[in-house]
C-alpha cells in the first residue's frame, strides 16, 4: 500500500485526482476513502495544515530526491560505493571511454556539492527564521507587564 502512495505521490496531485475519480467511478466508497486520505494527510492543500505549505513542500521535495537517489544505486549498483569495483571513485560501472567516464565523476560530484550546499543554505534558512522567532518571542516578554502590575505605569523599583 505504501508503494502505491509513493507512486501517486512522485506523480503528483493529478494522480491522485485520478485515482478518486476512477475510485468513485469504480465503486463509490472507494472513491470517498481516497477523497478523505487526500484530505487528512493534506495532500489536497487546502490550507489545513497551519499554512506549513512551503515547508512541506520542501520536506516532500528531499524525500522525493531521496527516493529517487535511493532507486539509482539500486538499478545501476551506486555511485561510488557499489559492489562493482571496476568504475570512477571504486564504484559503479565503466563505460570503457575514459573521457565520458571523467565527465561522468565530476557531474557527479559537481551536483553532490551542490546538493551539499543546498542542504547547509536550507539548514541556515531554518536557523535564521529560528532566531527571529526567538528574538520577538523574548522581545515580546520584555514589553509585556509584570504580574500584578497595571499595563501603562512602569515597574517601580
Not at 466508497?29 to 515547508?55: D, F, K, Q, T
Not at 546538493?115 to 514589553?143: H, I, T, Y
Request: glycine fraction near 12%; aromatic fraction near 12%.
Amino acid at each position: 500500500m505504501t508503494q502505491v502512495v509513493q507512486t501517486l505521490d512522485d506523480f503528483g496531485r493529478p494522480a491522485w485526482l485520478a485515482a478518486m475519480v476512477l475510485g468513485f467511478i469504480v465503486f463509490w466508497p472507494v472513491g470517498a476513502v481516497i477523497l478523505a486520505y487526500m484530505l487528512w494527510s493534506g495532500r489536497m492543500n487546502c490550507g489545513w495544515h497551519g499554512g506549513r505549505g512551503r515547508e512541506r513542500w520542501e520536506n516532500r521535495m528531499a524525500e522525493r530526491f531521496e527516493r529517487a537517489r535511493c532507486r539509482m544505486e539500486e538499478k545501476f549498483g551506486g555511485f561510488g560505493h557499489g559492489p562493482r569495483g571496476d568504475g570512477p571513485r571504486g564504484g559503479g560501472y565503466s563505460s570503457g571511454n575514459k573521457a565520458f567516464d571523467d565527465y561522468r565523476e565530476a557531474t557527479l560530484k559537481r551536483l553532490e556539492d551542490e546538493e551539499r550546499e543546498f542542504r547547509e543554505f536550507l539548514e541556515r534558512l531554518r536557523q535564521a527564521k529560528d532566531k527571529s522567532e526567538f528574538d520577538q518571542f523574548m522581545a515580546e516578554r520584555r514589553d509585556r507587564p509584570e504580574p500584578g502590575q497595571e499595563p501603562g505605569t512602569s515597574p517601580t523599583t
